[in-house]
């Protein structure tokens, strides 16, 4: 079986969690029959305005958002342009759900991004299969989407969706006020272990410690990717610095009690990892690329100290 294939297989076979449907209505009792029709299915969440709608997609996106049209203050049509617009909102599938079902208000729905047109008062069995029809449309398109952005060889992410993730992550944890962290790491003398021990098992080598890192990071938000060659990337949503550091630490022996056999380090005779840290809060100046970079110069000091080790700083 190709690498391509045993990534597709592992995407698959992620268990499924309940799907987040967001309700979008500025009368509750509206809202109150959408959360009877799918409650016991589905998380339902609820706002009651357009920017309220926003807000939570922006924050905490959603699987579907069901959609009014007429809404004070911003409408359905405006909050629609807006998550089509936005990186971390514009995949996600917008039904609306209105009392006007003429032609002109369809097509405009449509023209502005949405997936369906549901007309009030809804039938429970319609809505139910449109929304569940959507949802695996949408399940589909995320695999398909994830697969692009996995690299061949490990199964990690790769560098193109390291780069798009660490700016929307960034981007979250500024609107949120959140804290954000980096680990950059590189496997120690590993020109060293191809050339001994043949690119074959320096192939294998990267993929357990990719792997490695992918289940010592257990947080369905946290990121692993190959950055390049033996580099990797670990990005850490809503951590402290400190806790990453913690987390690095983790990793660092995890890797090392592999103990995969290299007698040619001169760190230890098996694979170990020197890692950079690189912390963000919202007090400080600074944007996705500054974040990198300091992780960056970070595992350039764990080298120079002696490799096998963690090295950390926050973004002042």
Known sequence: MSQDQDALTTLMNVPATRARLLVVDDQPINIQVMNQIFAEQYQ?????????????CHRTPPDLVLLDIVMPGMDGYEVCTALKAAPDTCDIPVIFVTAHTDATQE????????????SKPVNPAVVRARVKTQLILKRQSDLMRRLVFLDGLTGVFNRRYFD?????????????????????????????????????????????????????????ADLVARYGGEEFA?????????????????????????????????????????????????????DATALLALADAQLYLAKASGRGCVRGQQLA
């Open 164 to 220: 798009q993730q660490l700016a929307t992550e960034m981007a979250r944890a500024l609107r949120a006020q959140k804290p954000l962290a980096l680990i950059m790491l590189d496997v120690d003398f590993f020109k060293r272990f191809n050339d001994h021990y043949g690119h074959q098992a320096g192939d294998d080598c990267l993929r357990q410690v990719a792997q490695t890192l992918k289940a010592s990071l257990r947080r369905p």
């Open 107 to 118: 097509t405009r729905g449509l023209e502005v991004g949405a997936v369906d047109f549901i």
């Open 44 to 56: 339902v969440f609820m706002a009651t305005s357009g920017q309220q709608a926003l807000d939570f």
């Open 234 to 286: 670990c990005v850490l949503p809503e951590t402290e610095f400190e806790q990453a550091m913690t987390m690095a630490r983790e990793l660092e022996a995890d890797v090392r009690q592999k103990a995969i056999a290299h007698i040619h380090s001169d760190v230890a005779p098996v694979i170990t990892v020197s890692l950079g840290v690189a912390g963000f809060t919202a007090s400080a100046s600074g």
